[in-house]
């Protein structure tokens, strides 16, 4: 690369002043480090030990020799000016494999090789210092450039172009739950036609495509539909990518069969690199080209005259060499976690990778007399079957510690005919680097007749597009990942056969368990030896942590979070987070099913809590048990930092695809701020300074953009800042999180187009929402909090607890309704003349966040609708006593005699975590009403026993629980997905009112 020139005169005097002082080098070292961006080169994929080059450049481009496997990281600053501007960047890169770009989180470009997100959809353009922001003006943001080479220097194969396929509807399926076993690939194309989800399931390697969801906009991918996926005469609607095709509909999948071609590879270069060029805009220009281009404004702006940046450019310059100090510690703490064996790919627990050099191994079980009939594709809810399974494959979870030293579940098919065959699947990771690995497969007592009739295959590959040597001989499977060390992973069954390329070893389940290791020499009564004592040692600690009577308990809020762990190179070079399950991915068609994943807002930052609560390290950061606070900061900076453009974080975030039009329910602040509390301000005062902006900006963000006039207060909305257009009704009320709630029944939303980032009359519903506008209050009072730990002045901490007072009093002086007893949404006085809209959910004490009611009101609320049977179903003493069976666990997500109720769906009913964990707080603040501390104390033991109810029976931790005593409008099983993380959002509330938190 070019390297400062700095650089070259502090060699120079190296070399030729044999006489240098020091005080002279010192100066000249502090000089050279005010401009320029670190450029460190690797000899692997996975920016792992020493560079093997570091050099200082001055541009945001840079090349260097292909041929070989590397990666490299471009880190320091970039400058901006005081004056607002929005800036569009430009990548060319050459000889990538894959390759981002963030600037300060925003992901700006990407090489197209992984994902591929469409027009409006990510934060490029990006303003900086255009906004009127509390945090004031910018001076710098931190800047990472992260490039892989596969040393081939081709890229991998990208999706098919739609004109290289065919396609054909085959007919529409019953895909309740699923059960049509095909896996879901993208969740939002809204490009998606007959030919598009062709392109999408041939370049991921199925034979058969697929279309769904209530705009057509879901590809799912299979290669057969199964026999229990009945064909159904509901009708599907248009493709959203052409409206002469249709494609499914909620739960109605529609199947193509297609033929296509790849396209011609692209010829070898011999050099890697990119280079990044900008174009800035004054923000009245942008403004004034917003009003005149509206959608077309992104076209416009991305062919203007693009220039590379660099220590002179303008109005951006390459600032310092180094990121920020609490960046360089995110990246340390986030690089120490993603060390070693895990299940870190998304869309399967099984697959056990091993980070950062992505050599992977999964344990397959599979038909002796149909090797090509195989369990691989396991997801932790229970699947029968579950997109990307084979029917009636089943998994029940177990112990899953923060530091992989003890994992295990259960997989099979039960009494099915095509898996009658159940094993437990148990490993154990050690030594440096988490690169011990001791894996053991046990048959359990159903073997189909005989377990002679089934093996094991361990399946080698590299993930994530990584190479390396691999080579599978007689009980042994070889992995020599590019540029870091060769291991040998040895079967106790030494006689285990090799397949023919070289990349699987099969071991019969005949003889009892089989097992694998690191180790050689390493027997089956060894490793089960070495699994137990782990074991023991997980359930030890869970005891330390939870107290014997509450393990239970501690154990399910914990594996709710790592049995979601995950990790990707799309979110900070790999950093780990938790996706709210393995089943739900919204990433831009990617490339293949290693890079799926979904950030969901509030769904993830939820998750951070539940991770956190396994960690008993006290303040000073002494570790008794290592792994939560790592996990649940990791994640923390993962969603706060997928915030967009605009300032908000979205409702939903993956491969640089966010939702622009709308967020989700603000909570970052408090979560931010329990965190605090649980681990102390010395030790979280660098998150906090991290974190502190992003969540100033979403909070400034419902000032500018979600205050609907005349009362100013908080409505829902859609409006994309990026294309300058609005949504509609239904994305309006995605942005509540409760997706079909009663309480947004009909229509009043405005879907006027064409604001700016400043105004806020586009996309609005006609509805002042008491759960938003409290939650909204909350996060400014914690922000207040914050504000000192993050050293920021006394005078934002007094506009912070002005601001949440101001809109606290509108709360009281609009939103209470003397008729319900409790606060009720609203609409504004351009719809229904400002009446209230009397559907009752657990929002209406979210009013509690603000501190607005009385002692009487929130008395009245506990009372009237809490403690009631007849509404949200909390028994007195929390022991259920008097409830019906038909609203037996309590707190549903709206009140049980409302006419919604009855059918139950979805939010028309069922029991949500994060209403539990939302009203948890609500009733918090109110401690010192006795109605309201009696209904706090009874709502956890409730919510308690309910989540240990699934957890019990199926090791299941629900999306959404069916609130009748024996769900027995859902199997006896879960209402929604069945490993949904923020289910035990539910057993969380008691741990916190206990003390064990």
């Known amino acids: 690369g070019t390297v400062n020139a700095c650089s070259e005169i502090i060699s120079c005097f190296f070399f030729k002043m044999a006489v240098l002082r020091l005080a002279i080098l010192s100066t000249l070292l502090v000089s050279c480090q005010g401009q320029g961006l670190t450029l460190n080169v690797y000899d692997n994929m996975g920016f792992a030990g020493t560079p093997i080059s570091t050099s200082v450049v001055d541009t945001t481009a840079f090349t260097v020799p292909a041929g070989k496997p590397f990666s490299a990281e471009l880190i320091g600053t970039i400058s901006f000016p005081p004056e607002g501007h929005v800036y569009n960047f430009d990548c060319n890169w050459t000889a990538s494999t894959m390759g981002f770009v963030w600037v300060d989180g925003h992901m700006v470009c990407q090489d197209g090789h992984v994902y591929q997100p469409g027009s409006g959809t990510t934060d490029n353009p990006l303003p900086v210092n255009y906004l009127n922001r509390s945090k004031g003006i910018v001076s710098s943001l931190p800047f990472r450039v992260h490039f892989y080479s596969n040393g081939n220097a081709k890229p991998p194969p990208s999706p098919v172009p739609p004109s290289a396929c065919t396609a054909k509807s085959v007919g529409v399926f019953d895909d309740t739950n699923h059960k049509c076993g095909f896996t879901g690939i993208s969740m939002n194309d809204m490009k998606n036609s007959w030919e598009e989800a062709a392109a999408t399931c041939f370049s991921n390697g199925y034979t058969v495509a697929g279309a769904q969801a209530s705009l057509g906009q879901q590809i799912w991918c299979g290669n057969t539909v199964t026999p229990n996926c009945p064909k159904s005469t509901n009708k599907p609607v248009a493709c959203p990518g052409n409206s002469s095709e249709t494609c499914g509909n909620s739960y109605l999948l529609e199947v193509f069969s297609f033929e296509c071609s790849n396209p011609p590879p692209p010829p070898t270069p011999h050099t890697a690199g990119v280079s990044i060029s900008m174009a800035g805009l004054e923000a009245k220009k942008y403004d004034a080209m917003v009003h005149e281009n509206g959608d077309n404004i992104q076209h416009l702006f991305a062919s203007m005259p693009h220039s590379i940046i660099s220590s002179s450019s303008h109005p951006l310059k390459v600032g310092g060499p180094t990121l920020p100090p609490a960046e360089e510690q995110r990246d340390k703490l986030q690089r120490s976690l993603a060390q070693g064996w895990g299940s870190w790919l998304h869309y399967s627990l099984q697959p056990i990778a091993k980070l950062p050099d992505g050599a992977m191994i999964t344990p397959a079980v599979c038909s002796a007399k149909s090797p090509n009939s195989c369990m691989t594709n396991a997801v932790p809810d229970g699947a029968r079957p579950r997109p990307g399974n084979h029917p009636g494959i089943e998994t029940r979870v177990g112990h899953h510690a923060f530091d992989h030293s003890y994992v295990q579940y259960y997989l099979g098919g039960g009494e099915t005919p095509n898996f009658p065959v159940n094993v437990s699947v148990e490993y154990s990771v050690g030594g440096v680097g988490n690169s011990d690995l001791d894996l053991l497969i046990t048959p359990q007592r159903i073997c189909g007749g005989s377990c002679s009739d089934w093996t094991v295959q361990l399946q080698g590959r590299y993930a994530w597009l990584k190479v390396g040597g691999l080579n599978a001989t007689t009980g042994k499977l070889i992995f020599a990942p590019a540029g870091l060390p060769t291991f040998t992973l040895y079967a106790t069954d030494a006689t285990a056969s090799p397949s023919s390329d070289g990349s699987t070893l099969t071991v019969s389940l005949g003889n009892g368990p089989v097992g694998f290791s690191t180790t050689e020499g390493s027997t089956t009564a060894s490793i089960a030896a070495k699994l137990a004592k782990a074991r023991d040692a997980e359930e030890a600690l869970l005891v330390a942590t939870f107290g014997a009577d509450r393990a239970g308990e501690g154990q399910a809020v914990k594996a709710s979070a790592m049995w979601t762990v995950v990790s990707t190179p799309a979110e900070n070079g790999g950093a780990p987070l938790l996706p709210v399950s393995r089943v739900w991915s919204f990433t831009p068609d990617a490339v293949n099913q290693d890079f799926t994943y979904a950030i969901f807002d509030w769904d993830n930052l939820f998750a951070t809590l539940l991770a956190a609560s396994g960690d008993r390290s006290n303040t000073t950061g002494v570790n008794q048990t290592w792994g939560g606070f790592e996990y649940s900061i990791s994640n923390l900076f993962q969603v706060v930092k997928s915030k967009t453009a605009a300032g908000f974080v979205p409702n939903f975030a993956a491969g640089g695809l966010r939702s622009q039009d709308r967020t989700e329910p603000p909570i970052g602040a408090k979560v931010l701020l329990e965190l605090v509390k649980k681990f102390g301000a010395d030790r979280m005062s660098w998150v906090v300074d991290a974190l502190f902006n992003d969540l100033l900006d979403w909070n400034d963000w419902f000032i500018r953009k979600r205050l609907k006039p005349p009362l100013d207060m908080v409505a829902l909305g859609t409006f994309n800042d990026q294309n300058h257009q609005a949504g509609n009704m239904q994305d309006a009320r995605y942005e509540s999180g409760l997706d079909n709630s009663p309480m947004y029944d009909g229509t009043f939303v405005n879907t ?195 989540m240990m109810s699934q957890w019990n029976m199926h090791r299941h931790i629900c999306e959404n629980y069916n609130p009748h005593r024996t769900a027995d409008t859902t199997g006896g099983d879960c209402s929604g997905t069945r490993f949904y993380h923020w289910g035990a959002l539910t057993g969380l509330i008691g741990l916190i009112e206990d003390g064990l938190f």
Not at 844 to 868: C, G, H, I, R, V
């Open 752 to 946: 006027t187009s064409g604001c700016t980032l400043y105004e806020s009359g586009c996309g609005l519903m006609q509805l002042y929402d008491v759960g938003m506008t409290s939650m909204f209050v909350q996060e400014a009072f914690s922000l207040a909090q914050l504000a000192p730990i993050a050293g920021r002045p006394k005078s934002l901490v007094d506009m912070l607890n002005a601001r949440g007072k101001a809109m606290a009093q509108k709360v009281s002086d609009h939103l209470w309704d003397e008729n319900m007893g409790t606060f009720v949404n609203r609409f504004s006085a351009d719809h229904n003349n400002g009446t209230f809209y009397e559907h009752i959910s657990p929002t209406s004490f979210y009013a509690m966040q603000t501190l607005a009611p009385t002692d009487e009101q929130a008395a009245m609320m506990a009372s009237k609708w809490l403690l009631n049977k007849s509404h949200f179903c909390i028994a007195p003493n929390g022991d259920y006593a008097g409830n019906s069976d038909k609203c037996y666990w309590g707190l549903p997500s709206i009140e049980a005699s409302d006419p919604a109720y009855p059918p139950l769906g979805y939010w028309r009913g069922y029991v949500w975590g994060p209403m539990a964990q939302l009203t948890y707080w609500s009733l918090q603040y109110y401690d010192h009403v006795p109605e309201v501390r009696q209904a706090r104390k009874s709502l956890c033991k409730q919510m308690t026993g309910l």
